[in-house]
Nanobody
């Protein structure tokens, strides 16, 4: 059973940066695609970024158009952790951010989109962008 714990959220001014971490426990991170999502109250959950599962093969990453060029996803399999570096933050980036995993031994996820389904979810971390 994969368990995910997000951290790194907080309050930041517009134009600032934050780095979110997603610590994965249970099986090794290898073989699991990890996605970052965000959600505002009353709104649908939005896929933000994802990173494919197998470092030994081609590593795919995807970023939603709304964050492309500002957010970068990376993974450290040795630490079983996935990061979301968020730069040039905007007011509209304010949301609860979640990470989620998808078992993907064939390395098919994150090739131009987040196809899912992502099965295991963390509890979320609040990101507030405000002046």
């Amino acid at each position: 059973q994969v368990q995910l714990v997000e951290s790194g959220g907080g309050l930041v001014q517009p134009g600032g940066s934050l780095r979110l971490s997603c610590a994965v426990s249970g099986p090794t991170l290898d073989g699991y695609a990890i996605g970052w999502f965000r959600q505002l109250p009353g709104k649908e959950r939005e896929g933000v970024a994802c990173i494919s599962s197998r470092d030994r093969y081609v590593l795919y990453t995807y970023a939603a158009p709304s964050v492309k060029g500002r957010f970068t996803i990376s993974r450290d399999n040795a630490k079983n952790t996935v990061y979301l570096q968020m730069n040039s933050l905007k007011l509209e980036d304010t949301a609860v951010y979640y990470c989620a995993s998808r078992r993907d031994v064939l390395n098919t996820e994150c090739r131009g989109r987040m196809s899912g389904p992502f099965g295991s979810w963390g509890q979320g971390t609040q990101v507030t962008v405000s002046s």
